[in-house]
Nanobody, 124 residues
Framework: QVQLVESGGGLVQAGDSLRLSCVAS????????MGWFRQAPGKEREFVAG????????NYADSAKGRFTISRDNAGNMVYLQMNSLKPEDTAEYYC?????????????????WGQGTQVTVSS
């Protein structure tokens, strides 16, 4: 079992940056593709970014490309999401997730582990 805990969310203004962190306990994350998802009120949970086991490949939703960067530290069992140039439409609950796959993308239904989420609110 892997337990995931996110942190780093908050209330920021448009154009600001935030760095989300996800710490894993239990089994290590080195065997899993890790990803960040988000869910806004009334909307489905959506993929934001993914990173393969070694960090060699990443993948981003179109809405995140050029602004967000996913990274990982397997030794520390950490996953990060650096978010720059934040927009009001980025407002959502952000979740860290892990999946037993080999490509840096997976659907919510394919995730093996989830964190509890951290709220990001971007004001205009």
């Amino acid at each position: 079992q892997v337990q995931l805990v996110e942190s780093g969310g908050g209330l920021v203004q448009a154009g600001d940056s935030l760095r989300l962190s996800c710490v894993a306990s239990g089994r290590g994350i080195s065997n899993y593709v890790m990803g960040w998802f988000r869910q806004a009120p009334g909307k489905e949970r959506e993929f934001v970014a993914g990173i393969t086991q070694t960090g060699s490949r990443t993948n981003y939703a179109d809405s995140a490309k050029g602004r967000f960067t996913i990274s990982r530290d397997n030794a520390g069992n950490m996953v990060y999401l650096q978010m720059n140039s934040l927009k009001p439409e980025d407002t959502a609950e952000y979740y860290c997730a892990g999946a037993n796959t080999r490509i840096p993308f997976f659907t919510p239904a394919s995730a093996d582990y989830w964190g509890q989420g951290t709220q990001v609110t971007v004001s205009s």
